[in-house]
């Protein structure tokens, strides 16, 4: 069972939830607990000694099931005649997916890192300079 409740969705969406949306409510925030837990494994421990902590992944897993309710087919962009109009991914994804922000909040910083080999000149010593790795 998830730290967060259906209660918490509804803060997240300023609104109650559907009928249809609350039969998958708690399958949905369980489903985010379980990404939050996959990178973070002392994340139930930290928020049940500390509340701040506790407070920001209720929010995460509220606002991650908040977005695929917002935009439950994933629709980025409508358009019909001259009208049309695109939705912020960020915030109606249609996906269960925790964004970098989150993940930083949580102390697990961005989901993607490249790293640049630091080199010694070797290839540009041994073949004429002319290389760049």
């Known amino acids: 069972m998830s730290l967060a409740n259906s209660k918490d969705v509804e803060t997240s969406l300023m609104r109650t939830l559907t009928e249809s949306e609350s039969q998958y409510v708690a399958s949905l925030l369980d489903r985010a607990e379980t990404l939050l837990v996959s990178r973070l494994p002392d994340l139930l421990t930290r928020a049940a000694s500390d509340p701040q902590f506790k407070a920001l992944v209720v929010l995460t897993e509220a606002e991650a099931v908040a977005r695929i309710f917002r935009n439950p087919s994933a629709y980025r962009q ?49 073949f004429g300079g002319g290389f760049y790795w």
């Open 78 to 126: 409508e358009s019909e005649g001259n009208y049309s109009y695109s939705l912020n991914f960020e915030v109606a994804s249609g996906l269960l997916d925790i964004l970098d922000r989150e993940w930083e909040r949580l102390g697990a910083g961005p989901s993607l890192v490249s790293i640049a080999p630091k080199v010694d000149g070797y290839a540009a010593n041994r």
